[in-house]
């Protein structure tokens, strides 16, 4: 016969002398903000997520037009770079005209290669996102048997999250 144990007992956060856990990144950041304000020695200290996730938050629809607008943008960033990269070694007043031809003809090319890469996919991914990480928890770490005076900072602060 087993027994269940209520709450799991984490061994990463045993083994790396966990000051506080939070749920939130910023109250982690907080709490080392916190302690670096009382002249703690910070170095000592690591933030470490657990349970990462991926996030994708949906933008918006992706059509051939906005991926050929977004193509040219970026193809006008890229042109605009090399029109003044060779701009700067051509004599006379040339450049500006190189630096306006780059622009257009980025453009022109990231408009066709957004376009053309957009339709290859089919219609398999007809919306735009943002990737992210995030995390369950973030345990604040102490190093160098640090701990309780970290412990005892944060308490004091009213920071002490969950130990």
Known sequence: ???IDP???NPVSDAWNTVASYDSYEK????VDTLSDAHFPVEHIDIVGSDLRLVEHVTGRLTKGRAAGAGAATGAWFGLF???LVGLFTPGPTWLGLII?????GALWGAVFGF???AATGGRRDFSSTRSLAASR?????RGGRVEE???ILQREGLSGAA
Do not use: E, K, W
């Open 1 to 3: 016969m087993s027994t």
């Open 7 to 9: 709450q799991p007992r």
């Open 28 to 31: 982690a950041q907080t709490a």
């Open 82 to 84: 090399i029109g003044l």
């Open 101 to 105: 031809g780059g622009l257009l003809i």
């Open 116 to 118: 053309v890469g957009h």
């Open 138 to 142: 973030y345990d604040v770490i102490a």
């Open 150 to 152: 970290a412990r005892g």
